[in-house]
């Protein structure tokens, strides 16, 4: 039994598993010692001392992305690292609005297709093409007739197994579309047969934090596991407490709430305390001269992240 924090990163291209798993691990310890000040490195050693796991499917999602869209492994890890390097120095005030319309701002096309993700469409069933324009690897999540989706969500799964195995009190850190793995994940724990006996609502994540999620999505919300079912049978029953953040302009994100889409897990009394939306947060990441609102590591170093984080650890 241990405190246990677990790791699950997104969608897109990724660098090899040790690259990236080091640039997260970075970025939270910026933030932490940002946060404690003058006990910045001890806060930065409580992070390196304590269980932790990076779940990587990058390998996965890379033969995908290179075989419809001839994309390879970015050699890009240089251009992520100069990217968080850029937040060093930076004060936890300067998180905010003013400094991030300052910076050079997102794709157009990118947002402009992230309105069009749900509403009218969704209900024409029109929105799924669009979500294959923007996020194709998202989209590939749901095809039925290919064992992606499997595959992904299994890396995942046998380290919840082995946590749960082991009665750790565990943190799910998820972003993207990490985050409907992780969802995912939690409902077959509660209500596959070979899951449910042992596991189901008797092993628990204590926090689940989902960063740049699209789960308030109406199409993502369409395709989760239990769509299909209703009442508590619809959702995962291993849930403490949830967390959600969003940045402005993350079109990952674009329904940046999730307390209103699964109000019901609450009603039902499946969770301690309703979901926690934190709207909105101002990523400030710049890569290779452009603002990247959707970043995983300026979610993972913002101070909003780090006090969730730090008060988790020491409680």
């Known amino acids: 039994m241990a405190k246990k924090i677990i790791f699950i990163h997104g969608r897109a291209t990724k660098p090899l598993k040790a690259d990236l798993e080091k640039l997260w691990y970075d970025a939270v310890k910026m933030g932490l010692k940002r946060y404690?000040?003058?006990k910045g490195a001890k806060a930065a050693q409580a992070f390196d001392d304590i269980v932790k796991e990076f779940v990587y499917y990058g390998d996965i999602s890379n033969e995908f992305l290179h075989?419809?869209?001839?994309?390879?492994?970015?050699d890009d890890i240089e251009s992520r690292r100069e990217a968080l390097d850029n937040f060093e120095g930076i004060n936890a005030s300067d998180f905010s609005e003013s400094a991030y319309e300052a910076l050079e701002t997102s794709s157009p096309l990118m947002e402009a297709l992230a309105d069009t993700f749900s509403g009218a469409l969704s209900l024409l069933r029109a929105g799924k093409p669009l979500v294959s324009a923007v996020a194709p690897d998202m989209a590939h999540y749901w095809d039925?007739?290919?064992y992606f989706g499997s595959e992904v969500r299994n890396t995942l799964t046998e380290v919840l197994k082995q946590s749960f195995d082991n009665d750790d009190e565990i943190m799910l850190v998820s972003h993207s579309l990490g985050t409907m793995i992780s969802y995912d994940n939690l409902w077959k724990f509660s209500h596959y047969g070979e899951y449910r006996k042992n596991y189901g609502a008797n092993k628990k994540v204590d926090l689940f934090v989902t960063m740049g999620s699209p789960l308030g999505d109406e199409n993502v919300k369409c395709e989760l596991k239990g769509r299909d079912k209703k009442g508590k049978l619809r959702y995962p029953h291993n849930i403490k407490r949830w967390v959600n953040i969003a940045a402005e302009d993350d079109y990952i994100s674009h329904d940046s709430k999730l307390?209103?889409?699964?109000?019901?897990?609450?009603?039902?009394?499946?969770?301690?305390?309703?979901?926690?939306?934190?709207?909105?947060?101002?990523?400030?990441?710049?890569?290779?001269?452009?603002?990247?609102?959707?970043?995983?590591?300026?979610?993972?170093?913002?101070?909003e992240f780090t006090k969730l984080l730090w008060h988790w650890m020491n409680s």
């Open 36 to 38: 404690q000040g003058e």
């Open 67 to 74: 075989r419809v869209k001839g994309e390879t492994i970015p």
């Open 144 to 146: 039925k007739d290919s």
């Open 259 to 303: 307390q209103n889409d699964f109000e019901a897990m609450n009603e039902l009394g499946l969770m301690d305390q309703p979901i926690r939306d934190i709207y909105p947060i101002y990523n400030l990441t710049v890569r290779n001269g452009k603002s990247n609102p959707h970043a995983s590591t300026g979610y993972l170093v913002h101070p």
